[in-house]
C-alpha cells in the first residue's frame, strides 16, 4: 500500500514537471516560486494576491538558452548608405569645430548655427530635439558643398507624411550664378521651360497640368461632309494661362531642397505655378512621402506630391515667415520697371541700423513682429500678372466683338489688379474668419524675463512658430501641411451642367444611307479621283509638249 502511493508520488510529481515547451517552466516549478514569493512577502490576503503574483512570475521569467538571443538584425535597403552618410556629414562638423580656420579660408558658410537656434527652440517647447536637429545640421552643411551656387540657407522644417516626413530646406541664390546641371526630384533640368519636349518627340507631362483647349468653334458634319444649317457655332472662352515668376521673384524668390532622412541626398523641388497654387488652396490631403504619389482630389491637381509640396510650402512661407519689427528693411536701390506701374520689392536685406529689443519686449504686442515674405495673391503670384495689357485696340475689338456674339457686354478679364498686403506688414493686421486671433505670443518663461525668449506661434497655419530675442530670431515649422479652417474642409463643387441643345434651333435631321447609297457614294468619289488624275496627266504632256 505504501509503495503504490509512494509510486503514486512520484508519478504526479513527474507530471507536473513536465514542460510544454523550452520557454516556458513548469508547474511544479511555477507552484514552488509562487508559495516562495507567498512566504517572503506575506501579504494580507494571500488568496486575492495569487492570480497577481502568477501572473507576474510568468511575465519576468527568464528561461536560460531562449531568451538570451539577441534579436535578428533585418537590413532595411539604402539604411546602411544613409548612416554611413550621416557619419560622414557630422565628421565633416566636427573637424569644421576642432579647426574653424579650416573653412573660412575656402568660403563663407551660408548655413548658420543651428544649435544655437535650437537652444531657443527648445526653452519655447518647439523644435525637433537637441540630437535631431544636430543630426540635420551636419546634413544640411553638405548641400553648399555640393552647390556652390547657394546662400542663405537654413531648415525651413519638417512636414510630416503617412509614410515617411519630409526634411525641408530653404535657399536663395547668389546673383549672378548659374545652376549648372540642377535637377529637380523628377530629374528635369531646373532651368528648362514648363513644357519640354523629349527625345521621342511627345511633351512632358507640364507641372501646370494645363488641358487642351477647345477649338474657338465646332460643327456638326453629315454624311456627305456639309454643316447643318442653323447650328451656332461654340464660342468658349479663352483661358489665358498666367504665367510662372522665375525663380528669385515672387512665389519662387526661394528654392527648397527636400530629404526624407538626415543622409539621404537633399533633392530640388520645382518652381511653383499660379495653378498648382490656386489648385493646393482647394484641396486637403495628407503627403505620403513619396514626391511621385498622385494627388486625388477635385479640382484635379496639376502635378504630383512634389508639386504639391512645392505649392503648400510657398503657402506656408508666405503666411508665416516673420521677423522682428526693423530687422528687416526694402532695397532703397529698387527700380521700377514702368513708369505707371508700381513694382513692390521680391526679397528684403538687413537693417544696419536695426535696434534690437528683448525677448520681453518683443512678446509684449504682436506689432513688434512683421512679414518678411510677399502675399500670394488670389491669382497665383506674388506680382499681379494683366492678361490684357500689351494686347492693343485690336484685341479690345475682337474681344468685343465676340462679347456681341455671345450676347453680353462684359469685358471678359478683370482690368482691376489685385491687391494684397506689403512687405513689413505687421503680424498684428492678420486675420482669418472664425478666428480669435491669427497668432499667439508669450514669453519663453515668466521666472526668467530677462532672458526670456518670445514666441510667436500661428493658429492659421498650425506647427508655424517663430522664436527671438535681441538680434536673434528664428522660423520654424513642424506639422502637417495644412491650413487651419474654422467650419471644416468641404471639397470644391463640380462646375454646372451644361445646358441641352436649343429646341428653338430649326435643324434637319437626315436618315442615315443605306448599304447600297453608301456603296454607290463611294464609286461616285473613286471616279471623281480618276478623273482628277487623268486631268493632271494631260496637264502634263501639255507642258511637256510646249517644251
Request: hydrophobic share 30%.
Amino acid at each position: 500500500m505504501a509503495q503504490s502511493r509512494g509510486k503514486a508520488l512520484k508519478d504526479a510529481k513527474a507530471f507536473l514537471m513536465k514542460r510544454s515547451n523550452e520557454a516556458d517552466p513548469s508547474i511544479y516549478e511555477h507552484m514552488s516560486a509562487m508559495v516562495e514569493k507567498i512566504l517572503t512577502i506575506r501579504p494580507d490576503n494571500a488568496l486575492d494576491s495569487f492570480n497577481q503574483i502568477s501572473d507576474d512570475l510568468r511575465q519576468h521569467t527568464f528561461a536560460p538558452g531562449t531568451q538570451d538571443v539577441v534579436k535578428e538584425f533585418v537590413a532595411v535597403p539604402g539604411l546602411m548608405d544613409c548612416g554611413q552618410k550621416e557619419i560622414s556629414a557630422i565628421q565633416g562638423v566636427l573637424a569644421t569645430h576642432d579647426d574653424p580656420g579650416v573653412e573660412d579660408d575656402a568660403f563663407e558658410d551660408p548655413v548658420p548655427d543651428m544649435m544655437e537656434r535650437a537652444i531657443m527652440f527648445d526653452a519655447a517647447g518647439v523644435g525637433l530635439g537637441m540630437e535631431e536637429t544636430y543630426r540635420v545640421y551636419a546634413h544640411l552643411k553638405a548641400l553648399p558643398r555640393t552647390r556652390k551656387f547657394l546662400e542663405n540657407i537654413r531648415f525651413f522644417g519638417k512636414i510630416m507624411g503617412t509614410s515617411h516626413d519630409y526634411y525641408v530646406a530653404e535657399a536663395n541664390i547668389k546673383d549672378g550664378e548659374e545652376e549648372e546641371g540642377e535637377v529637380d526630384v523628377f530629374g528635369k533640368p531646373v532651368s528648362a521651360a514648363p513644357e519640354e519636349v523629349d527625345e521621342d518627340g511627345d511633351a512632358d507631362e507640364s507641372p501646370r497640368g494645363d488641358e487642351p483647349q477647345p477649338a474657338d468653334t465646332f460643327s456638326v458634319s453629315g454624311d456627305n461632309g456639309s454643316h447643318f444649317a442653323g447650328v451656332p457655332p461654340l464660342n468658349p472662352p479663352k483661358v489665358i494661362d498666367v504665367p510662372l515668376e522665375i525663380t528669385g521673384e515672387g512665389v519662387n524668390v526661394k528654392i527648397y531642397y527636400i530629404c526624407r532622412n538626415p543622409g539621404e541626398d537633399w533633392r530640388r523641388l520645382p518652381n511653383a505655378t499660379p495653378k498648382m497654387i490656386s489648385t493646393a488652396r482647394q484641396l486637403r490631403r495628407y503627403f505620403t512621402g513619396d514626391v511621385d504619389a498622385p494627388v486625388h482630389g477635385y479640382p484635379q491637381f496639376p502635378g504630383k506630391e512634389g508639386h504639391y509640396l512645392r505649392a503648400q510650402i510657398g503657402r506656408i512661407a508666405a503666411a508665416t515667415n516673420i521677423s522682428p519689427l526693423g530687422f528687416y528693411k526694402t532695397p532703397d536701390d529698387e527700380e521700377e520697371e514702368d513708369e505707371n506701374e508700381e513694382r513692390t520689392p521680391d526679397r528684403v536685406e538687413a537693417n544696419d541700423e536695426y535696434e534690437a529689443m528683448g525677448g520681453t519686449e518683443l512678446s509684449e504686442s504682436l506689432a513688434n513682429w512683421v512679414h518678411n515674405v510677399k502675399y500670394i495673391l488670389p491669382q497665383g503670384r506674388c506680382t499681379f500678372f494683366n492678361p490684357m495689357k500689351g494686347k492693343g485696340e485690336d484685341f479690345e475689338d475682337d474681344e468685343e466683338e465676340e462679347d456681341e456674339e455671345r450676347g453680353g457686354d462684359e469685358a471678359e478679364f478683370p482690368m482691376e489688379a489685385e491687391t494684397g498686403p506689403l512687405l513689413l506688414n505687421p503680424v498684428s493686421d492678420d486675420g482669418l474668419p472664425g478666428l480669435v486671433a491669427a497668432w499667439s505670443i508669450r514669453r519663453s518663461s515668466n521666472i526668467f524675463p530677462h532672458q526670456a525668449h518670445a514666441v510667436v506661434r500661428s493658429n492659421i497655419w498650425p506647427g508655424a512658430c517663430s522664436v527671438g530675442n535681441a538680434k536673434l530670431f528664428e522660423n520654424i515649422y513642424i506639422g502637417f501641411g495644412h491650413k487651419y479652417q474654422p467650419e471644416g474642409f468641404s471639397p470644391a463643387l463640380p462646375p454646372p451642367q451644361l445646358d441641352e441643345f436649343s429646341p428653338e434651333i430649326a435643324v434637319k435631321e437626315i436618315a442615315d444611307p443605306t448599304p447600297a447609297e453608301e456603296e454607290a457614294m463611294r464609286k461616285n468619289e473613286e471616279d471623281k479621283e480618276d478623273d482628277e488624275e487623268d486631268e493632271e496627266g494631260d496637264e502634263d504632256e501639255g507642258e511637256e509638249d510646249d517644251d
